[in-house]
């Protein structure tokens, strides 16, 4: 026994022992990646979603209830935005015929993602992903009445990141179907 501690002292078990463990870790580690990461992984753009799911700090970690009510509530706040920003556009006499009609859509859009909340607070997940791809639709339809004119429209950028933001809704409420 004195001989056997005399040939490994205790601080190179200890060392050895130390890392083994830390790669163990890393190891089990890169086999479960979060959900959220997951998620992003199935969306149209990866490092879009990353941005905007970590934005919310209850991201990590979350479960695909919270996922869910983050990338709604992204969307919805980033709806309400940009249909505050047209009726201001609006106001301050950029009246145009396809501008006003852009504002229909966004309220339409917003009505959804409120339709999606609430059915996320009563637990009621059927049609969760239709609404989110009516979402994205309204959306395009307003792209379709401004983005060629002027070219490119103001709105474009807007109305790209809330395609964007909505398929991130798609994808989460996916996780609702096959269950
Ligand atoms: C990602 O997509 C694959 C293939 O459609 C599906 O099996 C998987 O459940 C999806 N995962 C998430 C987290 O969306
Ligand atoms: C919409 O969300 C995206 C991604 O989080 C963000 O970059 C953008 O600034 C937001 N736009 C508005 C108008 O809220």
Redesign the pocket.
């Known amino acids: 026994m004195a001989d056997f501690l005399s040939f490994t002292p205790p601080p190179l078990a200890f060392i050895l022992c130390s890392v083994l463990l830390v790669s163990g870790t890393a190891a089990s580690g890169a086999g479960t990646t979060e959900l959220a990461t997951q998620i992003c992984r199935n969306t149209s753009s990866y490092a879009?979603c990353q941005?905007?799911m970590y934005?919310d700090p209850r991201a990590v970690g979350a479960d695909r209830y919270l996922l869910a009510y983050i990338a709604y509530r992204?969307a919805y706040?980033?709806a309400t935005?940009?249909a505050d920003?047209i009726a201001s556009e609006l106001k301050s006499g950029g009246a145009s015929g396809s501008l006003r009609k852009c504002l229909g859509y966004y309220e339409e859009a917003i009505r959804r993602l409120a339709e999606m909340l609430g059915n996320l607070d009563s637990e009621t997940f059927y049609g969760l992903d239709q609404l989110s791809i009516d979402v994205e639709n309204s959306v395009r339809g307003c792209e379709a009445s401004v983005g060629n004119s002027p070219s490119p429209s103001p709105l474009s950028k807007?109305n790209d990141?809330?395609i964007k933001?909505s398929n991130i809704c798609l994808v989460v409420s996916k996780l609702y179907i096959y269950l």
């Open positions: 879009f941005e905007a934005s992204q706040l980033n935005e940009t920003y807007r990141d809330l933001l």
